[in-house]
């Protein structure tokens, strides 16, 4: 039985890429999860706007 490509993939990374891909992941994930909350159009904290902000741009970065 061959190797999955995906586990292979990842073991190939080097290990600054692996962490800054995690970072990204949970980011992205925060994001979608205040944009969907944000939708009902509660006042939210500077925190909370920073974060809506950063998943913005990463979504257009990416």
Known sequence: AGLSVS???SKAQVKA???VAGRLRIDLAQYRELAAF???GSELD???QARL???ERLQ???
């Open 17 to 19: 890429m692996r962490q």
């Open 46 to 48: 500077r925190a909370t």
């Open 53 to 55: 902000n950063r998943g």
């Open 60 to 62: 257009e970065l990416l």
């Open 7 to 9: 586990r292979v993939g």
């Open 38 to 40: 944000a939708q009902f």
